[in-house]
């Protein structure tokens, strides 16, 4: 009898070990979160984890998004992933953004996991966040920065930038590189400026200032009649027309034509090409681009208050960046 006691009781015990064991481990393992989509205006689509399909969504809209999900913008097209009280992500237009992972553990700090292709500014309250890690074609930020920008294109052309708080990222050789506060990275099969310092410029930090100051080549304009200089979208004479430069300014250039008769030039947050013979010179060693190249621009339209507290860390404000800021007045 005390036998059979003794041996009920064993296996009883045994029994509630493995209860509070499995209780004790379910919650210390991180539990998935939603991440709360916001469009901001129209162009936004998703495609939910495991299907095929793409979805339009109307400007307003909010919605929780998970593991799995992708969320793409068309060329006009913003939106906010809020991650909890811990950060936030301004998609830009002509991006693509994948949720892998956002969870939290016992203690309350995050876990969170992103693929990015195009542009993305991140606001990131470090301290809650245990494990981040936001890839971007062969890049990976393994630390965020409390504010920063990403910028890839066509999984070639990569810029990181801080804004506030250190940054850790990851390059293609697996090394770990630190970008302290105001710092950038710019890598592309053209130029690799690895890991600079910007120069104050107000709040001016993004990928064009960037790669103007890691290559550091000015140069004079000088035309032969006085007139302003007329700056393309792509290195010969039958492309659009994207802007003026006054007679006598000086410019950052960036890059020249095979051919050597148009130069790259820093056009606000973009880049444009004039003609060489309307400057006073150019410098050796400039990257060399081909008459087929055309450049991409990035800009927005009714841009939000909310949008400026991050743009403002990296396009100044509305003044300061008519070219990204399309079609809106500096008193909105």
């Known amino acids: 009898m005390n036998y059979h006691w003794f041996n009920h009781m064993?296996?009883?015990?045994?029994?509630?070990?493995?209860?509070?064991?499995?209780?004790?481990?379910?919650?210390?393992?991180?539990?998935?979160?939603?991440?709360?989509?916001?469009?901001?205006?129209?162009g936004v689509q998703i495609q939910r984890g495991g299907t095929d399909t793409w979805f339009d969504l109307r400007a307003g809209a909010m919605m929780p998004v998970g593991a799995g999900d992708h969320i793409r913008t068309g060329e006009n097209g913003r939106a906010f992933l809020r991650f909890a009280e811990v950060g936030i992500s301004l998609v830009l237009p002509s991006t693509r953004v994948q949720i892998i992972s956002f969870e939290v553990n016992a203690t309350d700090r995050y876990q969170i996991e992103l693929i990015a292709?195009?542009?993305?500014?991140?606001?990131?309250?470090?301290?809650?966040?245990?494990?981040?890690?936001?890839?971007?074609?062969?890049?990976?930020?393994?630390?965020?920065?409390?504010?920063?920008?990403?910028?890839?294109?066509?999984?070639?052309?990569?810029?990181?930038?801080?804004?506030?708080?250190?940054?850790?990222?990851?390059?293609?050789?697996?090394?770990?590189?630190?970008?302290?506060?105001?710092?950038?990275?710019?890598q592309d099969t053209r130029h690799d400026s690895g890991a600079i310092s910007l120069t104050p410029d107000g709040q001016i930090r993004h990928e064009a200032a960037l790669i103007a100051q890691g290559i550091d080549c000015h140069a004079t304009i000088q035309t032969d009649d006085g007139r302003n200089?007329?700056?393309?979208?792509?290195?010969?004479?039958?492309?659009?027309?994207?802007?003026?430069?006054?007679?006598?300014?000086?410019?950052?250039?960036?890059?020249?034509?095979e051919d050597g008769s148009r130069a790259r030039t820093r056009y606000y947050s973009g880049?444009?090409?004039?003609?060489?013979?309307?400057?006073?010179?150019?410098?050796?060693?400039?990257?060399?681009?081909?008459?087929?190249?055309?450049?991409?621009?990035?800009?927005?339209?009714?841009?939000?208050?909310?949008?400026?507290?991050?743009?403002?860390?990296?396009?100044?404000d509305i003044r300061d960046d008519p070219f990204f800021y399309r079609f809106q007045s500096p008193a909105d």
């Open 10 to 42: 064993t296996h009883l015990i045994i029994a509630l070990i493995v209860v509070m064991y499995a209780t004790v481990s379910l919650a210390e393992s991180p539990a998935p979160q939603a991440v709360e989509l916001e469009v901001i205006s129209s």
């Open 117 to 186: 292709e195009g542009a993305t500014l991140h606001r990131m309250a470090g301290s809650a966040i245990t494990d981040y890690r936001l890839g971007a074609g062969a890049w990976e930020i393994e630390q965020p920065a409390d504010v920063f920008g990403v910028w890839l294109v066509d999984d070639e052309r990569v810029t990181v930038i801080t804004a506030v708080g250190d940054l850790i990222l990851r390059d293609t050789t697996g090394e770990s590189i630190t970008l302290i506060e105001g710092a950038g990275y710019h």
């Open 229 to 257: 200089l007329t700056v393309r979208d792509a290195p010969t004479i039958q492309t659009g027309i994207i802007g003026f430069l006054p007679d006598g300014d000086t410019v950052q250039l960036t890059g020249v034509a």
């Open 271 to 316: 880049q444009g090409w004039v003609e060489v013979l309307a400057l006073d010179g150019l410098c050796d060693g400039l990257p060399i681009y081909p008459l087929s190249f055309t450049e991409t621009y990035l800009s927005v339209t009714d841009i939000t208050e909310r949008e400026l507290e991050l743009t403002r860390h990296f396009y100044g």
